[in-house]
Structure formats: C-alpha cells, structure tokens
C-alpha cells in the first residue's frame, strides 16, 4: 500500500506566501514524476505544477513566475512554494505520484487526501 499526506494548507491573506509538502509513505520502490492540483468551488481539478524524477518542472501558463515545485527524492517528497497569493488561488491542493509498489513493474498514480489552501483578507 502507498500514501500521500498533504501538509501545510491554510488561511492567508492576498499577496502571502505560503508553503505545501508532501510525502509517500508504504511499499515504495521508486517514485516517477510528482505534482500538484487544485480544485476550487464548481470548478474540475486542475494541473498546478509537475516534477520529473531528476527535478525537471512543468508548470500550468498561469501560474509561472509563482509557485515553485520541488521534491527531495531520499524522503519522498514534494514541495510547492506559492508566493504572492491571489483569491482565485483558493482551492482545495492535492499532492499526486507515479509510485511503483513494491513486487509490481508497473507504475500506480496515487492521490493525496487534499489541503485547503484560502486566500482572503
């Protein structure tokens, strides 16, 4: 079994930073690419930003120049550094991996829970 576990959601006020992590934790051979999405009120799951395996990031058109994506391989985990904050950035954040499982040679997309992430003043 593999998990994603979200952390560091919250309230902030237009123009803050505020900083995500995730880790994956189970039977964990290798993880592939990493990422993070979004969901706001009435609207689909959107892509916020992804990480390769060795670091290479791919972000959504709109929100170059603010978020940061990271990841530390030897822990498992993701990063998303959002800097000068905007209402419509207020969505719920959910932490995504490529896992392959320990005794499969395939990789399983597995989801985090989620972290609501409010901007308002």
């Known amino acids: 079994q593999v998990q994603l576990v979200e952390s560091g959601g919250g309230l902030v006020q237009p123009g803050g930073s505020l900083r995500l992590s995730c880790v994956a934790s189970g039977s964990i051979l290798t993880i592939r690419t990493m990422g993070w999405y979004r969901q706001a009120p009435g609207k689909e799951r959107e892509l916020v930003a992804t990480i390769s395996s060795i670091g290479f990031p791919h972000y959504a058109d709109s929100l170059k120049g603010r978020f940061t994506i990271s990841r530390d391989n030897a822990k498992n985990t993701v990063a998303l550094q959002m800097n000068s904050l905007k209402p419509e950035d207020t969505a719920v954040y959910y932490c995504?991996?490529?896992?392959?499982?320990?005794?499969?040679?395939?990789?399983?997309?597995?989801w985090g829970q989620g972290t609501l992430v409010t901007v308002s003043s």
């Open positions: 995504n991996a490529e896992v392959m499982v320990t005794g499969t040679y395939r990789y399983l997309e597995v």
